[in-house]
């Protein structure tokens, strides 16, 4: 550990804008493709499992 | 002859859907464990650059974006190529699944660049030969992703974007090259094979974890998404009303 203290920590040597805007901006778009990417799973999974079980009620009607 | 086989195999949606299934959380592990190293040595535990003090932490990010989104571009040109020239469906889709990943880390490595450049150079943006081509590359990402959404037949969109993204394939190495071909602004190779590396071995061995766990990331994002893909082009076939049928009764996945 190079920091004696969470301020200084903080204070990244005074270069705090440009470290955490970069690891900040970094985290939000890698996390943010991982939510909308299982979010588009969860919602296909759902969409064609609906259809293929009225596919299958439908032929069965018949 | 077994050798052809085994590449069909592999090249099958039907065989690859679970074979990628398994895969995912192995890569979604290391991505994960070795994220969690990289940044503890490269926030804490790394002492400040000489020169540039701490704003040089940005290399920990810096770097493998935009590593990885040369490599995912020419990665994204080579299964176009292979799709187009053998009429392979899944490396068709491989292409379109690694894009917009890609794109993102090409926006890091702008971003990145930027609020590196201020403090170091003094300007957030400079139009030099490594930063324009660099730009230039986030546009055959964005003109790939549209080209491929805008035709609405699949196979049509990936022949058309096959080509777009072959033909900008010309640009990744004029922008690994234009530190030595130009005088530019950007430094020029730091770490590059065949030569002893010019920065300290524990900043290079973080930055080789984050690299790592870049492409871990890379590979479990791609295959999540070239899965969607796969059900998505896939959903008339049985093995898909099979597997979701057996998914939605047993809550599995």
Excluded at chain 2, 57 to 76: N, T
Aim: aromatic residues 14%; positive net charge.
């Amino acid at each position: 550990m190079i920091w004696s203290s969470w301020s200084e920590f903080i204070e990244m040597g005074g270069y705090a804008g440009f470290v955490w805007w970069s690891y900040g901006v970094t985290v939000v778009f890698m996390v943010g493709e991982v939510v909308l990417l299982s979010k588009r799973k969860r919602t296909i999974i759902q969409r064609l499992g609906r259809f293929i079980r009225a596919d299958r009620s439908k032929r069965n009607a018949e | 002859m077994a050798k052809s086989r085994f590449w069909l195999y592999f090249s099958s949606p039907k065989t690859f859907y679970p074979f990628s299934g398994k895969l995912i959380p192995w890569c979604v592990g290391v991505a994960a464990v070795l994220m969690a190293v990289g940044l503890y040595m490269g926030l804490l535990v790394t002492p400040p650059d000489y020169r540039m003090g701490d704003s040089y932490r940005i290399i920990y990010i810096h770097v493998p974006a935009v590593w990885m989104s040369m490599i995912i571009y020419m990665v994204m040109a080579g299964w176009a190529a292979v799709g187009l020239i053998w009429n392979v469906k899944l490396a068709e889709m491989m292409a379109g699944a690694l894009a917009p990943t890609g794109a993102i880390f090409t926006v890091i490595g702008l971003w990145t660049g930027a609020l590196w450049g201020r403090p170091t150079w003094g300007a957030y943006w400079v139009w030099d030969a490594r930063l324009t081509t660099y730009l230039v590359m986030l546009f055959l990402y964005m003109g790939y992703i549209a080209l491929r959404s805008a035709i609405d037949d699949p196979r049509r969109a990936s022949k058309a974007s096959a080509l777009l993204a072959i033909v900008g394939g010309i640009n990744v190495p004029i922008i690994y090259f234009s530190v030595k071909w130009w005088n530019t602004l950007h430094q020029p190779f730091t770490v590059a094979p065949g030569q002893e590396s010019k920065i300290d071995p524990t900043m290079l061995w973080t930055m080789m974890i984050m690299v790592i766990a870049f492409w871990a990331y890379t590979l479990a994002v791609s295959l999540i998404r070239v899965r969607c893909d796969i059900l998505e082009r896939e959903k008339n076939s049985s093995w898909v009303a099979e597997l979701l049928q057996g998914s939605s009764a047993g809550n599995k996945q």
